[in-house]
T-cell receptor, first 113, second 113 residues
Framework: SQQGEEDPQALSIQEGENATMNCSYKTSINNLQWYRQNSGRGLVHLILIRSNEREKHSGRLRVTLDTSKKSSSLLITASRAADTASYFCATQGSGGSNYKLTFGKGTLLTVNP | DSGVTQTPKHLITATGQRVTLRCSPR?????VYWYQQSLDQGLQFLIQ???????AKGNILERFSAQQFPDLHSELNLSSLELGDSALYFCASSVGPINYGYTFGSGTRLTVV
């Protein structure tokens, strides 16, 4: 079963605009991570936010985490055509389930030049 | 190149056959994870090994098995293949048994005809 659910399923924007993707999850977590996947290729780790953190930045990426609402958002600022990809949130559960990551179904981001 | 090597990249085989997918983790990583990615199910966790031992099991069918060898490479064996087993199979690795971010391989695309 999927732990994370991304929203929207697809997002199309113009180059230079900001893109925001949301993720909701169901159970308590140790951390939440975001990955990018270019079509048919392997996933690339973007950023990790721990359950005791609320916001984290990495370059043009900003991630927020609200554990009370069990939700996270990924903001990509000043998007580029090269940002076109699928973006997945993944949760690492707390307690006995923390050996694996559970992925959502992803948001397909298209950045038009 | 992520440092995680998966072979073969593509595999086409008939129903009822058996195949072996191979993964070499990034240098220094002791944990290996196998995931299956399909359009309808998304990324499904199959199994995790840490330093040769099975650590966690997910939605892995009984027809599937895996192992991690002393040199840390891992193999995923799929037998009695069905059309529904057609998918992308990813291997990922991380430093320890408790994950703080995976490095993914580029995947093996399996087509069962």
């Amino acid at each position: 079963s999927q732990q994370g659910e991304e929203d929207p399923q697809a997002l199309s924007i113009q180059e230079g605009e900001n893109a925001t993707m949301n993720c909701s999850y169901k159970t308590s977590i140790n951390n939440l991570q975001w990955y990018r996947q270019n079509s048919g290729r392997g996933l690339v780790h973007l950023i990790l936010i721990r359950s005791n953190e609320r916001e984290k930045h990495s370059g043009r990426l900003r991630v927020t985490l609200d554990t009370s609402k069990k939700s996270s958002s990924l903001l990509i600022t000043a998007s580029r055509a090269a940002d076109t990809a699928s973006y997945f949130c993944a949760t690492q559960g707390s307690g006995g389930s923390n050996y694996k990551l559970t992925f959502g179904k992803g948001t397909l981001l298209t950045v038009n030049p | 190149d992520s440092g995680v090597t998966q072979t073969p990249k593509h595999l086409i085989t008939a129903t009822g056959q058996r195949v072996t997918l191979r993964c070499s983790p990034r240098s220094g990583d002791l944990s290996v994870y196998w995931y299956q990615q399909s359009l309808d199910q998304g990324l499904q966790f199959l199994i995790q090994y840490y330093n040769g031992e099975e650590r966690a099991k997910g939605n892995i069918l009984e027809r599937f098995s895996a192992q991690q060898f002393p040199d840390l490479h891992s193999e995923l064996n799929l037998s009695s293949l069905e059309l529904g087993d057609s998918a992308l199979y990813f291997c990922a690795s991380s430093v320890g048994p408790i994950n703080y971010g995976y490095t993914f391989g580029s995947g093996t695309r399996l087509t069962v005809v």
